[in-house]
């Protein structure tokens, strides 16, 4: 990936992070560490990998996504809009009954998704499904699903991971957001998953590790998975920081389900060279 590239995603992720608190501190509620932690991936996904049109959301030559981690809907929406689905404006009425922007991903109101997740274990399955219907409509369009690491403690991930490869969907990229951290404390505490890659190997997928915040390692393992040949589907397991791009939030277990207040956020954007959009929370 060239360097300008990399300036124009790094100052997208940024401008979605601003977004991302913006939007959660207006809310009152909603989940920063694990929104926070996926915006990399989000952001070069739908600036620099996907096949999508903004002026055609069902455009049937799209990409898909799927939000398998659903509870980061405020940074899928912080992209959505960056990329122009909808309005700045709508970003801060997340999570109220009026608005078309719920606290999880919800396909009946909101231009660009792909599906409704936000109960955990799902999106995979998800994702193999709409990947197995591209297939018999003879599509080229790819599907990619974004997970949690705490989500993989969820049996049906292994059905669907069971699935994939017995079905060969080459055309199903997974990614684990691996924080390390999930509700109620750290991943290897609560239910230990290591070794992850290992666990992906043995269902039968290629399993690349990478720096999840870093959009060269990110773009490498993507276009590496898609040259590759063979017939397995492809998981990056992408490890991140919880929290990512504000240092008092940053793998503080705290911030799971914990919208900033005014005050944090006028400190978050003073670290990250961003606005206070809003004029008070609700
Ligand atoms: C089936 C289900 N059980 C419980 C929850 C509540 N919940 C929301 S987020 C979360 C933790 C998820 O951890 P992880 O996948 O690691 O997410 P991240 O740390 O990236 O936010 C839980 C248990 C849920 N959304 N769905």
Redesign the pocket.
């Known amino acids: 990936m060239d360097l300008a590239t990399k300036r124009r995603l790094s100052d997208l992720a940024t401008q979605a992070r601003v977004l991302i608190l913006n939007m959660l501190t207006k809310a009152g509620s909603g989940?920063t560490?694990?929104s926070l932690?996926v915006v990399e991936l989000l952001t070069y996904l739908y600036f620099h990998r996907m096949r999508h049109k903004v002026e055609d959301p069902a455009w049937p030559g799209r990409d898909r996504l799927v939000l398998s981690?659903g509870?980061?809907a405020p940074a899928l929406y912080a992209v959505l809009s960056l990329c122009g689905y909808f309005s700045r404006a709508e970003l801060f009425k997340l999570r109220r009954i009026d608005g078309s922007l719920q606290g999880h991903p919800d396909v009946r109101r909101t231009v660009g998704l792909e599906a409704t997740t936000?109960?955990?274990?799902q999106g995979l399955s998800m994702a193999n499904g709409i990947a197995l219907g591209l297939r018999l409509s003879g599509s080229g369009s790819r599907v990619y699903a974004i997970l949690?690491?705490?989500?993989l403690q969820?049996g049906q991930v292994w059905e669907a991971a069971m699935s994939a490869s017995h079905y060969r969907l080459r055309n199903v990229m997974a990614f684990v957001?691996a924080?390390g951290?999930?509700?109620d404390g750290p991943?290897e505490q609560v239910m230990g998953l290591e070794p992850i890659t290992d666990k992906w190997e043995a269902f039968g997928w290629d399993v690349q590790e990478i720096d999840g915040h870093d959009f060269s390692q990110i773009d490498e393992a993507v276009q590496r998975a898609e040259r590759s040949g063979g017939d397995r589907p492809n998981v990056i397991v992408a490890r991140t920081i919880?929290g990512k791009g504000v240092s008092f939030i940053e793998g503080k277990l705290r911030y799971?389900g914990v919208a900033p207040t005014m005050d944090e956020l006028r400190r978050a954007m003073d670290e990250l060279g961003g606005e206070v959009l809003i004029e008070e929370k609700n």
């Open positions: 989940h560490g694990g932690s981690k509870h980061a936000g109960s955990l274990g949690g690491d705490g989500e969820e957001d924080n951290l999930q509700i991943v919880k799971h």
